[in-house]
């Protein structure tokens, strides 16, 4: 038995998107809560919570909401200013290992360290050489969420970004995932439970236009190619589908047009926890991809 895992408080993720937060309560393998926020316009600026005052009143004083300082609140981020980075480096061990990693970080993105909280993490180990990911995110996007959710009167323990998350919360460690907002989409391609790219695009139609799945499509076929022209040798890409999660993801599935357009088959999978109602399961997925990696831990 894991007593740690027994003794653990719940998980509250939290997530500041445009126009609304969304939050779950979970633990022990399962969601046992989670709401919906309304924010007004501005609120959330360019990634950054323009006033965290105000947010994590909106979100305290919200009549559903349960959450407590008690728990272990965890925010979900956008992938806005975010830089990702994988370096081959020798592989060392120990401390030395862990100052060549700072040094090359400050070597090979000098602005990413000198404006960004960067994150790093060792990953695929080959015979002279290992990969170590690296993700840079701007100061005032981190720091403005956590002070929200201080706000709220919550205690803020880690944070993720949305889109690593939802990759979680579906259990695709291979696989091309579109998070779709009315007005955003979050763009990742992951390779071995990695992610390769990560993008955000603000869509400048609204969900009711045909320019809106237009400029999705246009993002999406960018995106592919991007990845493809830089691993044309990654021969099981094409045969990847396209996931969606998000709250707007059914209208990307409805209308039916991005299958040819993009050769992918196009799927909106179930998260590995679910959630009630069970569909909106996709709307919440980097809270519950947020839950999973604190169960993991």
């Given at each position: 038995m894991n007593l740690r895992a027994?003794?653990?408080?719940?998980?509250?993720?939290?997530?500041?998107?445009?126009s609304e937060a969304l939050w779950a309560i979970g633990g022990r393998g399962r969601?046992?809560?989670?709401?919906?926020?309304?924010?007004?316009?501005?609120?959330?600026?360019?990634g950054v919570v323009t006033d965290p005052e105000r947010a994590g009143l909106l979100l305290r004083e919200a009549p559903d909401f349960t959450g407590n300082a008690r728990m272990q609140a965890v925010a979900g981020l956008p992938a806005q200013r975010t830089v990702v980075r994988t370096l081959k480096l020798p592989p060392l061990q120990g401390r030395p290992f862990a100052e060549m990693v700072e040094r090359e970080i400050r070597r090979e993105l000098p602005v990413v360290a000198e404006n960004a909280y960067v994150s790093?993490?060792?990953g695929t180990r080959h015979a002279d050489s290992i990969d170590v990911l690296a993700i840079g995110l701007a100061r005032?996007?981190?720091d403005s969420h956590v002070a929200a959710l201080r706000a709220a009167g919550l205690a803020p323990v880690a944070a993720d970004l949305?889109?690593?998350a939802s990759a979680r919360a579906l259990g695709l460690p291979?696989?091309?995932?579109?998070?779709?907002?009315?007005?955003?989409?979050?763009?990742?391609?992951?390779?071995?439970?990695?992610?390769?790219?990560?993008?955000?695009?603000?869509?400048?139609a609204s969900p009711g236009d045909s320019a809106w799945i237009d400029q999705i499509q246009e993002e999406l076929l960018r995106t592919n190619k991007f990845y493809f022209d830089s691993h044309r040798d990654?021969?099981?890409?094409?045969?990847?589908?396209i996931s969606f999660t998000g709250g707007a993801a059914s209208r990307v599935i409805l209308s039916g047009k991005?299958?040819?357009?993009?050769?992918?088959e196009i799927q909106m999978p179930p998260a590995v926890l679910t959630l009630h109602p069970e569909e909106e399961g996709p709307r919440f997925a980097a809270n519950i991809g947020l839950t999973l990696k604190d169960m993991a831990a």
């Open positions: 027994l003794f653990r408080q719940p998980v509250l993720s939290v997530s500041f998107q445009q969601i046992t809560a989670s709401g919906r926020v309304p924010l007004p316009p501005g609120l959330v600026n360019d790093w993490t060792p005032d996007v981190l949305r889109l690593i291979d696989c091309i995932l579109a998070s779709v907002e009315a007005a955003e989409v979050e763009l990742g391609i992951f390779r071995g439970g990695v992610p390769v790219i990560l993008r955000h695009v603000a869509l400048a990654d021969s099981a890409f094409n045969e990847l589908p991005l299958g040819a357009a993009t050769g992918h």
